[in-house]
C-alpha cells in the first residue's frame, strides 16, 4: 500500500499541503467512494463493518444531490500514516529547521467568510457518531492556539459538541497545553482565543496528536512532518496562523471560568463518557474554500481514533526510552489496550534492565498500566508472539511487578481518582537460560515460499 502514495514528495507544491492533494494520491484501493446522503452514525457504522474486514481504506461519502464530500479513517492504517509524513523518527531535531512560516496570498481557506450573524454551526454537515452520544460532534478539528506566555502556536485535538449556532461544547480532559493556555487566560480573567481547522494535510493531524516538546511551536513539527515550510495565513479575528489550504476554519473564544454539561460521547476506551472539563465555545466567524471538504474522525474504538496517537507515541517513546537505554529495540502499543499498554522489546544487559526500561516507560506516559518485556527475537507488533513469550518466559512470582496508585489517564473507568496501578511483566529470557527456540533452515523457508507462490 505505501508505494503507491507519492505526496509526500510533493508538499512544496500548494495543494501539496491540503487535504484534496493528500485525497487526490491515494490508489483506488486506498479510497473507498460511496454516493450517499451523510447521516447519523453511517460512517461509524462503515468503518467498523471495514475493520471486521481487516480493512482500513480511507472513506468518501459524496451527496447524490449537492456533490459535497465528507472523508474519514484517513488515520486507520499505520501505512498510510507512515507513508504521508517524512523525518518521523528525528522529527525533533529537524523542526529546529522550521522555525519560520510562509504567509500565503490569496489562501484558499479563506475564500468564503462568514461572520457573527452568519455564522450557523447547524450549517455545517456535523452529525452523530454512536447512539448513545448527547449531540452531532466535530471529531477532526485541531484547535490551535497560542501561548500567552511565549506567543508560540499549540496544536491539540478536542471533542467539540454542537450546542446551538455558535455554541461548542469541548472538552480539555487530557489536561495538555491548551489546558494550561486556558487555566493563564482564566488567570487573567480573559476568554482564550482559539482557531479550529478541519480538513488538512494529515501532517497536520499528526502534529495535533503528538506531544510537542514545550520549548518547540507545532509548526515546526508541521514543518518537518511535511518536509516544507508551512503556508499560513493568519485567522480573521485574533490573527492566529491557520493552515493556508486548510477546507474550514472555526474562530471564536473558549470563555474563562464557564462551564456547561457536554457528552456523553464514544470514547476510544469503546465507553460512552460524560467525563469532560465542560468548557464552552463561542464561534464568531467560520472561513472556508469553495467546495469545501468536511473531514471526520470515527471517535470511539475505532482503529483511526487509537492509532493516530499510538503510531506517532511508539516513534516518539522508543526515542527517548533508547536514549537512555541503547539495549531498547522495540515498542508498539496494541489496539486492544487503547493506549494503556505497550510491549517493549530489548536485549537486555544486565538482570534487572527489563524493571528499568519498564520504570522509565511509565515515567514518560503516565496512560500505560501494563507493560510486557520481551527479548529481541520476539516481534512486538505481533501479539501471538508477545503472549508466547510471557507463557513460557515469564513466572509471575519473579518476573511481575506492580505500583500502586499512579497518576493515570481518567477516562479508563476502573481508574480511582485518576489514579491506577502500574503493572510490569519481565518477559525476557532468565539468567542461564537453555531452552531452544525451534528453528527451520532458511535455504528450505525460502523453497517452501517458492513452492506456495507457484501453486
Ligand atoms: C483523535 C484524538 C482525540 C482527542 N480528543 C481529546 C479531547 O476531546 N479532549 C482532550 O483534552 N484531549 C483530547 N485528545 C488528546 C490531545 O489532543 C493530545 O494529547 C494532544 O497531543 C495534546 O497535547 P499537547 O499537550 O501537546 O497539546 C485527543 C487526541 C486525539 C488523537
Redesign the pocket.
Known amino acids: 500500500m505505501t508505494a503507491d502514495l507519492k505526496h509526500t514528495a510533493t508538499c512544496a507544491d500548494d495543494e501539496g499541503q491540503s487535504l484534496r492533494g493528500f485525497l487526490a494520491n491515494l490508489t483506488e484501493d486506498q479510497l473507498l467512494r460511496y454516493t450517499i446522503k451523510r447521516q447519523d452514525f453511517l460512517l461509524s457504522a462503515i468503518t467498523e463493518e471495514l475493520e471486521k474486514q481487516e480493512r482500513f481504506p480511507v472513506v468518501q461519502l459524496t451527496d447524490p444531490d449537492t456533490g459535497a464530500k465528507t472523508v474519514a479513517n484517513i488515520f486507520a492504517d499505520r501505512d498510510i500514516l507512515k507513508a504521508c509524513i517524512h523525518n518521523i523518527v528525528e522529527v525533533e531535531q529537524k523542526a529546529e529547521e522550521f522555525g519560520s512560516l510562509e504567509m500565503a496570498a490569496d489562501p484558499p481557506c479563506q475564500q468564503n467568510i462568514l461572520r457573527e450573524a452568519q455564522v450557523d454551526l447547524s450549517a455545517l454537515p456535523i452529525f452523530k457518531h454512536f447512539a448513545d452520544d448527547a449531540g452531532a460532534y466535530i471529531?477532526a478539528g485541531i484547535v490551535i492556539a497560542k501561548d500567552p506566555q511565549s506567543g508560540r502556536c499549540?496544536?491539540?485535538?478536542?471533542?467539540m459538541q454542537i450546542k446551538g449556532k455558535n455554541k461548542i461544547g469541548i472538552?480539555?480532559?487530557?489536561?495538555?497545553?491548551?489546558?494550561r493556555y486556558m487555566a493563564a487566560s482564566e488567570a487573567r480573567g480573559k476568554d482564550l482565543e482559539i482557531a479550529v481547522v478541519i480538513g488538512a494535510h494529515p501532517a497536520y493531524y499528526i502534529v495535533?496528536?503528538?506531544?510537542?516538546p514545550l520549548h518547540q511551536d507545532d509548526y515546526s513539527w508541521a514543518g518537518a512532518y511535511m518536509d516544507a515550510v508551512p503556508k499560513t495565513v493568519k485567522s480573521i479575528c485574533a490573527g492566529i496562523p491557520v493552515p493556508a489550504f486548510a477546507e474550514y476554519v472555526l474562530e471564536g473564544r473558549i470563555l474563562a471560568d464557564t462551564h456547561e454539561d457536554e457528552g456523553p460521547f464514544g470514547e476510544y476506551t469503546g465507553y460512552s463518557t460524560s467525563r469532560s472539563t465542560r468548557n464552552v465555545f463561542m464561534v464568531d466567524a467560520i472561513t472556508h474554500r469553495n467546495e469545501p471538504i468536511w473531514q471526520d474522525?470515527v471517535p470511539g474504538f475505532a482503529w483511526e481514533?487509537l492509532l493516530?496517537?499510538q503510531f506517532t507515541k511508539e516513534i516518539i517513546l522508543l526515542n527517548k526510552l533508547q536514549r537512555e537505554i541503547p539495549e531498547v529495540k522495540a515498542l508498539s502499543m496494541p489496539k486492544n489496550g487503547c493506549h494503556f499498554h505497550a510491549y517493549l522489546s530489548m536485549s537486555p544487559r544486565a538482570e534487572g534492565q527489563a524493571r528499568q526500561a519498564m520504570l522509565l516507560l511509565f515515567g514518560l506516559d503516565p496512560y500505560l498500566k501494563l507493560i510486557v518485556t520481551v527479548d529481541e527475537d520476539v516481534d512486538v507488533f505481533n501479539e501471538e508472539e508477545v503472549w508466547w513469550a510471557a507463557a513460557t518466559r515469564m513466572q509471575a512470582d519473579r518476573d511481575v511487578f506492580i505500583v500502586p496508585r499512579v497518576l493515570c489517564n481518567r477516562l479508563d473507568p476502573s481508574s480511582e481518582e485518576g489514579m491506577s496501578a502500574k503493572m510490569g511483566i519481565d518477559a525476557t529470557k532468565p539468567a542461564g537460560w537453555e531452552a531452544q527456540r525451534v528453528r527451520l533452515p532458511e535455504d528450505v523457508r525460502k523453497q517452501a515460499l517458492e513452492l506456495i507462490k507457484s501453486s
Open positions: 471529531t499549540n496544536f491539540s485535538f478536542h471533542r472538552s480539555l480532559h487530557s489536561r495538555g497545553d491548551l489546558w495535533g496528536a503528538s506531544k510537542v474522525l481514533h493516530l496517537s
